[in-house]
């Protein structure tokens, strides 16, 4: 069964500093994988994804994720945190297709002024 | 992308009663799922809605509890029934688009739903 661990359950950085928000994956096969963020009150919205290819993908925001198969990993980084940043980030993986996706338990981000 | 909303954005109900949460998509999808977000925790897939058949749920949902209707490509309801306070969460729909945005999911803005 696939499975999502973000290990991270609440981060605090200052504005302009850098960030990364770790998530490690399980899944037998090559997985699908994807950063949501989550501001107060609203939806989910797409950062980034990983399918295949190049393992260093950019996103929306100024954000991008790393896939390592060996460390079983696709971490968050954005080279300079903006207060507008401050949300909730998921990981989550899945197989494509119109297949469920396995969401981690979020990560609480926390901007200092 | 797709423009998804959804009705309503929030409620309250009394326990015992039943809502029903819409969510239209501005585009033809070939995918559209219900989630649950409980409160403080991830998302849960309740089921997939199925154009033209019966929803397809996961381990723990049943349809007596979240009966749900897709008429069309644009269109589904998810109906919380019998509702507790346990039912007190975050619904949200996502679609899978056809096309070049295939196995990608994107998320409405999600109902709000407190049960007293």
């Known amino acids: 069964a696939q499975s999502v661990t973000q290990p991270d359950i609440h981060i605090t950085v200052s504005e302009g500093a850098s960030l990364e928000l770790r998530c490690n994956y399980s899944y037998g096969a090559t997985p699908y994988l994807f950063w949501y963020v989550q501001s107060p009150g609203q939806g989910l919205q797409l950062l980034l994804k990983?399918?295949?290819?190049?393992?260093l993908v950019q996103g929306i925001k100024g954000f991008e994720a790393e896939f390592k198969r060996s460390q079983s990993s696709f971490n968050l980084r954005k080279p300079s945190v903006h207060w507008s940043d401050a949300a909730e980030y998921f990981c989550a993986v899945g197989p494509g297709g119109g297949n469920k996706l396995t969401f981690g338990t979020g990560t609480q981000l926390k901007v200092e002024l | 992308s797709a423009v998804i909303s959804q009705k309503p954005s929030r409620d309250i109900c009394q326990r015992g009663t039943s809502l029903t949460i819409q969510c239209q998509v501005d585009?033809?999808?070939?995918?559209m799922f219900w989630y649950r977000q409980q409160p403080g925790q991830s998302l849960t897939l309740i089921a997939t809605?199925?154009?033209?058949?019966?929803?397809?749920?996961e381990s723990g949902f049943v349809i007596d509890k979240f009966p749900i209707s897709r008429p069309n490509l644009t269109f589904s309801t998810l109906t919380v029934s019998n509702m507790s306070p346990e039912d007190s969460s975050i619904y949200l729909c996502?679609?899978?688009?056809?096309?070049?945005?295939?196995?990608?999911?994107?998320f409405g803005p999600g109902t709000r739903l407190l049960v007293l």
């Open positions: 809605a199925n154009q033209g058949s019966e929803a397809t749920y």
């Open positions: 585009s033809q999808v070939t995918m």
């Open positions: 996502s679609v899978e688009l056809a096309g070049g945005y295939q196995e990608t999911q994107y």
């Open positions: 990983y399918f295949s290819g190049d393992t």
